[in-house]
């Protein structure tokens, strides 16, 4: 029941928000990017794996990757070789309230690839208003607010979804234009 009202106080911020919301947003491609944020679920050794996999083959193309992981409180954090945050950085109903996650979302990433097919609403906030040019992230209809190209995961392989990622940024050109 707290979960449900703490639920709707968010919706109600984040739709409040979104009618005042007029981010510019250019689609872009692997190529010409520079700099990589990724925001990822991590309550998941596989996505832990995957995203591992994805920043290796970027880090190849000479890209400056920036990564964010969600955790569960309590959560061990000790191997964990980038930063993260749990539900004490947020706000009572999941709004980001600490300078470190702020500052990841005010951060003008070329490309901001979103990881997560859980309903995190810290992590939906993030990406909806992140100052990235281009986001990026798994295709969720009733979301497509939170990115600028969706990316359908039709396996339940978190390391095919990330290949899919990385797939189709290598094939966006620049006179590519998204499709809605």
């Known amino acids: 029941m ?12 984040l739709n409040k928000r979104l009618k005042t919301h007029q981010a510019i947003h250019e689609f872009g491609n692997l ?21 591992g996999v994805l920043v290796r083959k970027l880090e190849k193309h000479q890209k400056q990757v920036t990564l964010l992981g969600y ?3 309590g959560q061990d954090v000790s191997e964990m070789m980038f930063p993260t945050f749990d539900s004490k950085a947020t706000n009572w109903y999941f709004l980001p ?13 070329d ?9 995190i609403p810290t992590l939906e906030y993030m990406s909806t ?19 600028d190209f969706m990316v359908n995961n039709n396996t339940d392989s978190l390391n095919d979804f990330v290949k899919n990622i990385y ?8 006179t590519t234009k998204p499709t809605n």
Do not use: W
């Open 97 to 109: 309230n600490s300078e470190e996650l702020k500052a990841f979302a005010d951060n003008n990433f």
């Open 2 to 13: 707290l979960h449900k009202i703490k639920y709707f106080f968010y919706r109600y911020h």
């Open 71 to 73: 955790v569960e409180v």
């Open 129 to 147: 208003f992140s100052n990235a040019s281009f986001r990026v992230g798994p295709h969720l209809p009733s979301k497509q607010y939170c990115f």
């Open 31 to 51: 190529n010409d990017a520079e700099t990589i944020g990724i925001l990822f679920d991590c309550t998941d050794v596989n996505i832990i794996t995957a995203v």
């Open 111 to 119: 490309i901001l690839i979103s990881l997560f097919l859980a309903d």
């Open 167 to 174: 797939h189709y940024l290598q094939m966006i050109s620049p």
